[in-house]
């Protein structure tokens, strides 16, 4: 998994655009000796995932985009965070993770408060809001703003099919959002799943790893 400039261990890049991540993927992908591969955006890693099918082409085998972030314009006003939110929500996560959970968890649908409830899922989502936080709320203040400009990239001219998978009760990003994206998306291969929130793919990565490489129908 690839972390964002100024998430985890990567440095924060000043300027940045969406549209330049898949010549970082592209870097990570020739220095593994990959040449040709998948890739899966979550959440607000939807919008990169679809950079790089508009722009690595056929060296993609397969995209998907899981409980992505609608497209610019899309989003509810007033949903997004502030600076302040984020830094409460960085300090949350690294000194009071129960706090944080319990405070998550009141926006959530049914599904997804089962879903935090079990300790695995919820290990491994502290973990990444941790890293996404590692070096403060910056990154993440910078990532929710690129969310909201123009993306760069041409959808009317992907290469590569696009499989896109999203919660019909997802309370983040609303199944309406996701059918907008979905329909901006030539050939798109969209997944609605009954009853599914945001974290849906905490628990069902498989069904999603089967359904990337299947055929498209």
């Known amino acids: 998994a690839l972390e964002r400039p100024g998430f985890g261990l990567s440095d924060f890049q000043l300027g940045r655009s969406i549209a330049a991540w898949p010549a970082d993927v592209l870097e990570a992908a020739q220095h593994l000796g990959c040449e040709r591969f998948a890739v899966l955006g979550f959440g607000a890693g939807g919008p990169y995932a679809l950079a790089c099918a508009a722009m690595l082409g056929e060296q993609l085998i397969a995209v998907a985009a ?8 899309s989003a509810p006003p007033g ?3 502030s600076n302040v939110e984020a830094a409460l929500t960085s300090l949350l996560a690294r000194r009071a993770p129960g706090l944080y959970v319990r405070r998550l968890a009141r926006n959530l649908t049914a599904a997804d408060r089962a879903i935090l409830s079990r300790p695995a899922a919820r290990a491994v989502l502290l973990k990444g809001v941790r890293e996404a936080f590692r070096h403060g ?4 203040v910078d990532d929710v703003a690129l969310m909201e400009r123009p993306w760069g990239i041409d959808f009317a001219a992907l290469p590569t099919t696009v499989k896109l998978w999203h919660g019909e009760d997802d309370r983040t990003v609303s199944a309406a959002e996701a059918r907008t994206l979905a329909s901006a998306i030539p050939g798109c291969w969209a997944t609605f799943v009954p009853s599914a929130g945001s974290l849906w793919l905490l628990e069902n990565a498989g069904d999603v790893l ?3 490489f299947g055929e498209y129908p």
């Open 66 to 73: 899981v409980s992505s972030v609608g497209l610019p314009g």
């Open 79 to 81: 949903r997004l965070r």
């Open 137 to 140: 709320s910056r990154a993440v």
């Open 210 to 212: 089967g359904g990337l």
